[in-house]
């Protein structure tokens, strides 16, 4: 494992940690199934460290030139569920009817679309299939700016220093749209292994997930003790 994935995993831990402490303070349903899918993120981080031991334990020295000697396979599930998770955590502060049924729908289809991918192409070893990215981006974002206007709309705007779910959105936003090009490049970047490539990738990897775990800290934290949180949690 290299400094970067160490950093990286460590902002991972110290999220999924923050956001026990948030829910013992505010124990509410979408904030459970964000600290689930905090650790289940973390559980699919360590199972991918396997690809860094190939070479050096013994006991998985038959991976190599095989399908599973990269764990593209293994973030190709990930990345489906990921996609989802954040579509449907943000619905869950939706309060209008028929955005409500329309990110469902759109959720229902990108599922779809992505084990289709996934299950009738070549692509579930190999790299990460653009298509999935690039309808899995368009669906997070769909769902954020739906939370965003609704806030614009609502009282809910007054309190947004104090909104848990906000600083998510930020994280969430900035990631996706700067990393989604890199993932769609990165069989591309790496393949070619110069140097300069591996640097640029994983320098924007580092700085993307810095910002994602970083935004989730600092919400947990600024609004843990926030009883204006509650009203919106609620929903």
Known sequence: MDFTQFIIYFFEW??????????????????KHLVMYLGFTIF????????????????????????FEKNFW?????????????????????KNTKTIKLM????GLFLITGISILVFSDVFFIKY???????GTVLVL??????????????????LSKSVVFYISVGVLIFHLCLTPVFI?????ID???????????????VGNYILYSSFILGFIITAKSNSNKEELLN
Do not use: C, H
């Not at 110290?14 to 904030?31: G, M, R, T, V």
């Not at 490049?185 to 970047?189: A, R, T, V």
């Open 14 to 31: 110290a999220a999924f940690i923050f956001s026990i402490y948030y829910y013992k303070k505010q124990p509410f349903k979408p904030i």
């Open 44 to 67: 699919i981080e360590t199972i991918g460290f396997y690809t860094f031991f190939i070479d050096e334990w013994d006991f998985l020295s038959f991976l190599k030139e095989t399908t």
């Open 74 to 94: 293994l973030y190709n599930i990930y990345m489906i569920i990921s996609f989802l998770f954040y579509a449907l955590f943000f619905k869950w502060f939706l």
């Open 104 to 107: 469902e729908v759109l959720s």
């Open 129 to 135: 299939p653009a298509i999935t990215l690039i309808s």
């Open 142 to 159: 769909i769902s954020i700016f739906t939370y965003y206007l609704e806030l614009i709309n609502s009282d809910r705007i007054l309190n």
């Open 185 to 189: 490049f990165s069989s591309l970047l």
């Open 192 to 206: 070619k292994n110069t140097p300069e490539n591996i640097i640029f990738y994983t320098s924007l990897l580092k």
